[in-house]
């Protein structure tokens, strides 16, 4: 009897699992919001997951549950884990990557380095805080936000007005202090149920309108003092946390050499991408070892370097598919990735790995090859 | 829309085909001999690879046809080719993969370097050829073999009386010289219908009871003429036989340093499954992107060596899966590749992959850890 993983959501992330997964030799099943999405091949169920029965019915025929994003409802999870299923990450880790105002105070209590931040439930709170921290502050929805949606730099309360006038009593908007940061970077973490875990070595991101653009691996220009203490930091949020499966922690660097703590995912994240084709073991297939509590895979780096280049949007005119021709005679060494979605305006529709010995002409490679998939 | 690839047969060849499809961005569809096979999540139909009505309502639905196996009759082929279909590789091609003397006579007509050979009809013409090669020779049913099987050694007539009592009228055995090789290699070619092709470095193959045991990547102590030579005959049976997709050419290297053409397969090869972790871009990868005429990629090795195991019959008492936790707890750098087959004494049930800059290490981490796999 194979080994089964089901995963709740049919996005890329999922759709990205199952080629590892068929390689060792484990099922994968999806329970995909409609027909047709990027994780069809395995989808086994199309449903609502914020339906406990829908849910449950998928549930019972899998060894694990896990996840291709962090909305199943707290209720659902706590639901699944109370039948005896396995659930990774489960609901009181996960609690943290849905609700931001809680993870703000967690880490804090873990006394981890984060912006400094406050709950503010009304306009009068919000400017005070605005006047504190050099007349400008990022509010955030604690709840549901996710590539720069929720998420709003304001000078002034009023700037925030519809979002303050939007919460329930009792409600509170997170409000955080603009760090001045000279660049963004990500650490990622595995870890098992049993408790082993494995960094990945730190990388740089670059964001471009809120959404991932770029990510360079292992980051450059760091020393090693602070790949170790990003990886301290991933560590001890993972254990904190209680985090099962794959953690990405978000990290701004500052000018003055601190890292800090911007978001978490609990789940393969946009920064792992490059470990598919520059990493030994992908942050795929470490997650499905890791929901099912095997043995965690080796993480270090392929080649000095791996460059990752997200295609946004794609072509307007045509398909993804109509470019292969040009782009893989132009590159035949970099591994393009598409994830069977539509083009759109800003969407991620797929991304461009390169990987080899010297960064400058990594990086040429994959923004080169990605160059074809634009218009 | 999708670029879609059909794939008669569900073995593991099948099932291997879809991790680097999905990862492309390639759907994939298999017609499988019957449920539950190894490339069961891509099997969109069940039924008769011999039955014509049953692989062209498949081929209908999909852009390419390709294989599994080479046992689709001509007949079928040639019916699909007549509908308009494409197929890869061609009927043309692969009636040399399915008729080992067509195979020799046209190696003849290329110049290709292969043992002696001669078509019997009766003991007295197989008689004489073992009399005029010291005694010995080998003798093979043209259609049908693999895997040692249809391959017998015989000292005298009578040891193939069977094969030859069962001959058509009209038919033939096909009867080689026992070469006195010192080792069996492995040369993949990779051919698009355009025309382009791309040579993997030859691998030495490893034998045991007549089947693929191990193999090494590139194959060792081979100097900078054999490899070139190795990839010479490659080519020039790739483009001579007109093969689209993968060929493997079975060499044996002799003890006066030629090399002759043993056995050919039109398909991905159990000697290059290496690739899959060794090479920048796998063996499965380049057959799926070959079948469509996409351009091929780059076929270099990413480390200086890979070695590779297969795990042959597996725990008897047990399943693979019960192995993982104590192997990819020892060796958390090797691949597991498993193909969600039933152990059963010698049948290939997955295979390990370990690359390195240290031959030595990387055998030794590959052979220990395929061990973990045994009884």
């Known amino acids: 009897m194979s080994l089964t993983v089901g995963i709740v959501g049919g996005g890329q992330l999922a759709r990205m699992m199952i080629a590892p997964a068929v390689e060792l030799g484990v099922r994968v099943r999806v329970?995909?919001?409609?027909?047709?999405?990027?994780?069809?091949?395995?989808?086994?169920?199309?449903?609502?997951?914020?339906?406990?029965?829908?849910?449950?019915?998928?549930?019972?025929?899998?060894?694990?549950?896990?996840?291709?994003?962090?909305h199943v409802p707290q209720e659902v999870l706590r639901a699944l884990v109370a039948e005896g299923i396995a659930v990774h990450p489960g609901p009181d880790a996960l609690q943290f990557a849905q609700d931001k105002l809680r993870m703000r105070a967690r880490l804090a209590e873990l006394g981890m380095p984060q912006p400094e931040w406050a709950g503010v439930s009304d306009a009068t709170g919000l400017q005070e805080f605005v006047d504190a921290h050099g007349g400008r502050a990022v509010v955030k929805t604690p709840r549901g936000g996710y590539d720069?949606?929720?998420?709003?730099?304001?000078?002034?309360?009023?700037?925030?007005?519809?979002?303050?006038?939007?919460?329930?009593?009792?409600?509170?908007?997170?409000?955080?202090?603009?760090?001045?940061?000279?660049?963004?970077?990500?650490?990622?973490?595995?870890?098992?149920p049993s408790?082993?875990?494995?960094?990945?070595?730190?990388?740089?991101?670059?964001?471009?309108?809120?959404?991932?653009?770029?990510?360079?691996?292992?980051?450059?220009?760091?020393?090693?003092?602070?790949?170790?203490?990003?990886?301290?930091?991933?560590?001890?949020?993972?254990?904190?946390?209680?985090?099962?499966?794959?953690?990405?922690?978000?990290l701004f660097e500052t000018s003055d050499e601190r890292l800090l703590v911007n978001e978490l995912a609990m789940r393969p994240h946009n920064s792992g991408h490059w470990s598919q084709d520059g990493a030994v073991t992908s942050q795929f297939e470490q997650h499905v070892r890791a929901v099912l509590d095997l043995p965690l895979g080796d993480a270090t780096p392929r080649q000095p370097w791996s460059v990752m280049v997200?295609?946004?949007?794609?072509?307007?005119?045509?398909?993804?598919?109509?470019?292969?021709?040009a782009a893989l005679a132009a590159h035949p060494a970099v591994k393009v990735h598409t994830y069977g979605k539509a083009p759109r305006p800003g969407r991620k529709v797929g991304h461009v790995n390169a990987v080899g010995d010297e960064l400058d002409a990594v990086a040429y490679e994959a923004r080169a090859a990605a160059d074809f998939f634009a218009d």
């Open 310 to 325: 997200n295609i946004l949007g794609g072509p307007a005119s045509d398909t993804l598919e109509s470019r292969f021709p």
């Open 195 to 250: 408790g082993q875990s494995v960094a990945y070595p730190v990388v740089e991101t670059v964001q471009r309108g809120g959404v991932c653009a770029e990510v360079i691996a292992p980051a450059p220009h760091t020393g090693t003092r602070l790949p170790a203490v990003a990886a301290q930091i991933g560590t001890a949020i993972a254990e904190g946390l209680g985090v099962t499966g794959m953690l990405a922690v978000e």
């Open 148 to 192: 720069g949606k929720g998420v709003r730099v304001v000078e002034s309360a009023a700037e925030a007005e519809d979002w303050l006038s939007a919460l329930e009593p009792e409600g509170l908007l997170l409000v955080e202090e603009l760090v001045d940061f000279t660049r963004e970077l990500a650490q990622q973490i595995v870890r098992r």
């Open 31 to 70: 329970l995909a919001e409609e027909a047709g999405m990027s994780a069809e091949l395995a989808a086994s169920a199309v449903g609502d997951y914020r339906d406990l029965d829908t849910v449950l019915a998928f549930a019972r025929d899998v060894d694990v549950v896990t996840f291709d994003h962090e």
